[in-house]
């Protein structure tokens, strides 16, 4: 008993470490099945995303099968910079050009999902908020001075961070976002963009591991398969031992 407590003990303390991050995340709450959820994500991909960031090792068609999408809503919807079908998820714009506008190699988003976490880039699509003081005149609560523009400020409007100080143990002064407040209504509802944001994450999870839809899949009937065996099995053993009592 006490061994399976201190094993309990190992397993649990880390998982408690690892949830207190120094930074509050808003959970995105992923649900692969929802294939909605991921048509719509997908679309918001290629409308706003993908004209920086490319996914390299996505193709178009292995998308639209797994998301459920036939080849011509495919191409009329979600096909914008002159690819094949078979092909991946491109951008025109190359490294070099990239480096001279924005200073930095932008970063390929196919894993971004595994790397970053889908809460981290549900809550860093959320809190953008306005900032003079940056070339793109706005800053990130969940990824401080990034590169990256608002991109979608359109849809979400613009906000302002409330900061509020406070001192720590030491007696310095930190900074933190208390709230946030509209200063440029988007075009969508707090609700709705959320829910676009979530569609968004949840494509970029699917993304970053197609396979994981086929494994839910393959999981359910295997399930189901046992769930059979066992009846069967109980009647067998039922059968062979009704002449021994
Ligand atoms: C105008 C070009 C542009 C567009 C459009 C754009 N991004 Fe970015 N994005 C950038 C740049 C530049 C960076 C690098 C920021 C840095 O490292 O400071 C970046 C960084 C990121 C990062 C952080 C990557 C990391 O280092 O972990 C994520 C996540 C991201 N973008 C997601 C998105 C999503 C999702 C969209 C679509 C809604 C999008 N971006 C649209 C330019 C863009």
Excluded at 125 to 136: A, G
Aim: charged residues 25%.
């Amino acid at each position: 008993m006490k061994k399976i407590f201190v094993i309990c003990l190992f397993v649990v303390l880390p998982l408690l470490a690892n949830a207190e991050g120094d930074e509050h995340l808003d959970k995105a709450n992923v649900d692969l099945s929802n294939q909605k959820s991921l048509q719509n994500g997908a679309r918001t991909f290629v409308n706003y995303c993908l004209s920086c960031h490319s996914a390299r090792y996505m193709r178009y068609s292995r998308m639209a099968k797994d998301i459920g999408l036939s080849k011509k809503e495919l191409k009329k919807d979600y096909m914008y910079a002159g690819n094949k079908v078979g092909e991946t998820m491109t951008v025109a714009m190359t490294g070099a050009e990239s480096k001279a506008y924005f200073g930095i190699k932008i970063p390929d988003l196919t894993v971004i999902a595994r790397s970053r976490g889908p809460d981290w880039l549900y809550t860093y699509l959320r809190t953008f908020y306005t900032d003079s003081s940056r070339p793109w005149g706005v800053n990130n609560a969940t990824f401080k001075d990034v590169g990256m523009p608002d991109v979608l400020w359109k849809l979400q409007g613009l906000q302002k961070a409330i900061f509020k100080t406070h001192k720590d143990a030491e007696g310095n002064a930190i900074k933190v976002i208390t709230g946030y407040k509209t200063v440029v209504p988007g075009t969508m509802s707090k609700a709705e963009y959320d829910k676009t944001i979530h569609d968004l994450v949840n494509f970029l999870v699917y993304m970053g591991e197609p396979a994981k839809m086929v494994r839910y899949a393959l999981g359910v009937k295997v399930l189901i398969f046992l769930a059979v065996f066992l009846v069967l099995a109980y009647a067998l053993k039922k059968e062979f031992w009704k002449d021994v009592h």
